[in-house]
């Protein structure tokens, strides 16, 4: 028995590279659980110090040196930062108060409308089925208020957590993208023995995040400044915030784009009733996501992440309920990890 045990073992582990590997990502599992909360300055830092890297390269590409390239690319990144901070943020916070002010009335709106359903419908919905509609509204509006009430509490320690990371953002930036090589080749130091499984890996998660990480950043600047100018165009409310919210939407494939459909549609009706702006907003929207499904992703990503439809869809679902938010946010990287670790992990035979 304990032979047969010890056989398994080996199958599973052909070697004591194997082992450490599998350590580390058990180590690795534990302090995202226990640290998660103060972690996401760190990740996004990581994440954006990893574009700029990319940027760099295109402008040395251009016959500038290493250091005046390097320095070049973190002005842009300080620019672009500012602007975004001083710019977007104040037009995303003002909507998002006009919004939540504007709640209730919106709920009246809606309440109204479903109630003329059953009369111009009657063959499709009846009196019965909008009463059960509006009792679960009522229970769900119930839990809503509630949890406004827990964010307003919260609010002054949330605000207090923004101003520190975003004084933290940049440094760590800075960080990470300069002092990046000697970050790496002090963690690569701490791993004893054999480093070529770990340097597999890392070969096919470069070439396949650095495309992804980049065509995705890429993505939700084109679908977010199209959204922008559909929505601007056609007068909607709160147009900033649902542009924002449709560009961030196509991190999440598949469920993000259908979720974020849900706010687009509620405000268009409301707003518009079923006018013709309305038809001509859920056109030209639906248009946009077409258009970056079918035409832009497959440009942007041609070289990037080999991932079947299906497991990127269970990706965010097992990720998301084991992580929450940044589980759903890394699915398609720890999948990659995941895929890549698959295809470097030595077999039993190979060991022989």
Do not use: C
Not at 92 to 103: E, H, I, K, R
């Amino acid at each position: 028995m304990i032979e047969q045990v010890n056989k398994f073992f080996k199958k599973i582990f052909p070697n004591d590279e194997t082992v450490v590997f599998a350590f580390l990502i058990f180590a690795a599992l534990i302090i995202f659980s226990i640290f998660s909360s103060i972690l996401p300055p760190f990740i996004i830092s990581i994440v954006t110090a990893y574009l700029l890297v990319g940027l760099q390269k295109k402008i040395q590409s251009f016959g500038l040196g290493l250091q005046l390239s390097s320095i070049t690319t973190f002005t842009i990144f300080i620019i672009v930062s500012t602007a975004l901070l001083f710019w977007l943020m104040p037009i995303l916070y003002n909507q998002l108060q006009s919004f939540v002010v504007d709640m209730p009335r919106l709920i009246n709106e809606f309440i109204n409308f479903v109630a003329t359903i059953p009369a111009a419908y009657p063959e499709l919905v009846s009196s019965d089925q909008i009463s059960l509609f509006f009792q679960a509204v009522s229970s769900e509006l119930t839990s809503i208020t509630q949890n406004i009430v827990k964010t307003s509490i919260s609010g002054i320690q949330s605000t207090i957590t923004f101003l520190i990371y975003v004084i933290l953002f940049p440094i760590l930036v800075y960080f990470f993208f300069f002092d990046r090589k000697n970050i790496t080749n002090g963690f690569v130091k701490i791993i004893p023995g054999k480093r070529d499984m770990l340097l597999k890996v890392w070969e096919e998660m470069d070439v396949q995040l650095s495309n992804y990480v980049r065509g995705k950043s890429l993505e939700i600047v084109i679908v977010g400044f199209s959204a922008a100018i559909i929505f601007v165009s056609l007068g909607l409310k709160y147009s900033a915030l649902l542009s924002v919210l449709v560009g961030l939407s196509v991190i999440i494939p598949y469920i993000g784009a259908f979720l974020v459909t849900i706010p687009v549609v509620l405000v268009g009706l409301l707003q518009f009733g079923t006018t013709f702006d309305f038809w001509l907003l859920i056109i030209l929207y639906l248009l946009l996501q077409g258009l970056d499904g079918n035409l832009l992703v497959p440009i942007i990503f041609s070289d990037a992440v080999k991932l079947h439809p299906v497991a990127i869809i269970v990706a965010v679902f097992v990720f998301g309920s084991m992580f929450g938010f940044w589980g759903v946010f890394f699915a398609i990287p720890i999948a990659t990890f995941i895929k890549a670790v698959w295809n470097a992990w030595p077999s039993y035979q190979d060991q022989q």
